[in-house]
C-alpha cells in the first residue's frame, strides 16, 4: 500500500510563501506522474501543478509563475513551492501519485491565505 504524507501547510499573509512537501512510502520513479491538487470549502478539487517521471512540468493557470513543483529523487519527495500567496489560493492541498492505472492521494494539508 503506497503512503503519501504532506508537510509543510499553515497559515500565511497574502504575498508570503510556503514550500509543501509529499513523501512517498516507496520510490517515486515508480509514479509516471506526481501532482498537487487543492480543493477550497464548497469547490471542487482542481489541479494545481503535476511532474512526470521525465520533468516535465505542468500548471493550472492561477498559480502560473508563482508555484514550482519540483522532485527530490533521493528523498522520494515531491515539493511544491508556492510564492506570492493570496487569499484565493486558500484551500486544503492534496498530493498525487499515478502508476497507471492505480491512483493515490495524501490526507492533505491546509493552506490560509490571510492577513
Known amino acids: 500500500q503506497v503512503q503519501l504524507v504532506e508537510s509543510g501547510g499553515g497559515l500565511v499573509q497574502p504575498g508570503g510563501s510556503l514550500r509543501l512537501s509529499c513523501a512517498a512510502s516507496?520510490?517515486?520513479?515508480?509514479?509516471?506522474?506526481m501532482g498537487w491538487y487543492r480543493q477550497a470549502p464548497g469547490k471542487q478539487r482542481d489541479v494545481v501543478a503535476s511532474?512526470?517521471?521525465?520533468?516535465?512540468?505542468n500548471y493550472a493557470d492561477s498559480v502560473t509563475g508563482r508555484f514550482t513543483i519540483s522532485r527530490d529523487n533521493t528523498n522520494n519527495t515531491v515539493n511544491l513551492q508556492m510564492n506570492s500567496l493570496k487569499p484565493g489560493d486558500t484551500a486544503v492541498y492534496y498530493c498525487?501519485?499515478?502508476?497507471?492505472?492505480?491512483?493515490?492521494w495524501g490526507q492533505g494539508t491546509q493552506v490560509t491565505v490571510s492577513s
Open positions: 498525487y501519485a499515478r502508476d497507471f492505472p492505480r491512483n493515490y
Open positions: 516507496r520510490s517515486i520513479f515508480s509514479f509516471d506522474l
Open positions: 511532474i512526470t517521471r521525465n520533468d516535465r512540468t
